[in-house]
């Protein structure tokens, strides 16, 4: 069974810029996988950021952008905020109407 | 202003059953696929199921094919998840989400804010 990997944890210093990954256990990950991002806050519901790879939903700051890295998804935060500090997920399409979450990763800005 | 709101959640002894609906507003039901998605306390996200728009298809996560099914009335602009023979896995909040269908629906474009489910006797 393939595995959609993440970063456990990451930080940032405020105003810095920060990559985060998500991949495959197996394999590569391309456009094809349709790439998105979510963040959440403890509590909260999720909020979509990134689909389609590199399409910003509704309202998101152009401060996150979403790309392929090598054989990875990546969402990069440029000029990171207190508020940036949050839980952010991918997913992965896998084909067959399967849609499979990455573990997520904890990001703290200090 | 799109607006999704679960509800039906609660507790339910292990074998048990459970519907959970999530109610819609603020655009054209028909049109967009639907989604669950849940997340165990202190865990991660995980996608459980799929439906497509207006009556059409749908799919589900191994950890929940056959016992869970998905399912919609237009006509209520109403989502349902049908959950039969709970395990104490199932123990999460499950959130709804919609995503237009003419934009392919790989991703969750907008949330409601869950229904915990707690299964346990």
């Known amino acids: 069974q393939t595995v959609v990997t993440q970063e456990p944890s990451f930080s940032v210093s405020p105003g810095g810029t920060v990559t985060l990954t998500c991949g495959l256990s197996?394999?590569?990950?391309?456009?094809?996988?349709?790439p998105s991002w979510y963040q959440q806050t403890p509590g909260q519901a999720p909020r979509t950021l990134i689909h389609?790879?590199?399409t910003r939903s509704s309202g998101v700051p152009n401060r996150f952008s979403g790309s392929i890295l090598g054989s990875k998804a990546a969402l990069t935060i440029t000029g990171a905020q207190a508020d940036d500090e949050s839980d952010y997920y991918c997913v992965l399409y896998m084909g067959s109407g399967v849609r499979v979450f990455g573990g997520g990763t904890k990001l703290t800005v200090l | 202003e799109v607006q999704l709101l679960e509800s039906g959640g609660g507790l339910v002894q292990p074998g048990g059953s459970l519907r959970l609906s999530c109610a819609a507003s603020?655009?054209?039901?028909?049109?967009?696929?639907m989604s669950w998605v849940r997340q165990a306390p202190g865990k991660g996200l995980e996608w459980v199921s799929a439906i497509s728009g207006g009556a059409g298809g749908s799919n589900y996560a191994d950890s929940v094919k056959g016992r869970f099914t998905i399912f919609r009335d237009s006509s209520k602009n109403t989502l349902f998840l049908q959950m039969n023979s709970l395990r104490a896995e199932d123990t999460a909040v499950y959130f709804c989400?919609?995503?237009?269908?003419?934009?392919?629906?790989?991703?969750?474009?907008?949330w409601g804010q869950g229904t915990l489910v707690t299964v346990s006797s």
């Open positions: 989400a919609a995503t237009p269908v003419s934009s392919g629906w790989y991703y969750f474009d907008y």
């Open positions: 603020g655009f054209t039901f028909s049109s967009y696929a």
């Open positions: 197996s394999g590569s990950v391309s456009t094809s996988y349709y």
């Open positions: 389609s790879t590199n």
